[in-house]
């Protein structure tokens, strides 16, 4: 019955995107309709399995939601047509996140304050800590942050494929006669 009485209310919903994650589903999707509402529009592409990724859904859509909701506020500071779009992707041995905007450039003095706690352009109270999650959480899982703007502005972030090194890993406990543990 609740089933029922949820696809009922939003039965209207019939462009909704699966890519391979729920939680990831629900964000992008989400994100699409506020850059709707916003005259933005928004493209995204998930060409691979994020599952593989060896991060926890909730801070990758943490690092995704954060690097979203900057480039729809910053898209709105730039030219018409405003567009923001999303790509993650499998490449070499790395998984790559590429966040693209339309809006102004970033000056290059900004650049490397742009992950510091409380550092803001938009000169609001209490903002300034989206892009020092993105870093912390990068951080965590071993991954890299860039910033290009020419010809657009995108943030590309870059996670090491741990698969490799989990199979290296599972070679080298099987062969020898003890057991490691490690805390994780």
């Known amino acids: 019955d609740y089933l029922d009485g949820v696809a009922e209310q939003y039965w209207e919903i019939q462009d909704l995107v699966f890519v391979g994650n729920p939680a990831l589903t629900a964000l992008v999707n989400s994100k699409r309709k506020l850059a709707e509402t916003k005259n933005i529009n ?3 592409a998930v060409k691979c399995d994020v599952n593989e990724m060896a991060i926890p859904p909730w801070d990758l859509c943490s690092i995704i939601g954060n690097l979203i909701d900057n480039a729809l506020e910053a898209s709105l500071k730039g030219p018409q047509p405003r567009r923001v779009s999303l ?4 490449e070499a041995s790395y998984f790559g996140i590429y966040v693209y905007n339309s809006g102004a450039k970033i000056p290059k003095q900004q650049e490397r304050l742009l992950f510091t706690p409380g550092f803001s352009t938009s000169g609001s109270p209490g903002r300034g800590f989206g892009l020092y999650i993105v870093k ?7 991954g890299t942050i860039r910033i290009v703007t020419q010809p657009r502005t995108t943030f590309i972030i870059s996670f090491p494929d741990r698969r490799r090194s989990y199979d290296q890993a599972s070679f080298l406990e099987n062969s020898i006669p003890f057991r490691a543990t490690s805390a994780n």
Do not use: M
């Open 42 to 44: 928004f493209d995204f």
């Open 136 to 142: 912390r959480l990068v951080d965590k899982y071993g």
């Open 87 to 90: 790509e993650i992707k499998h």
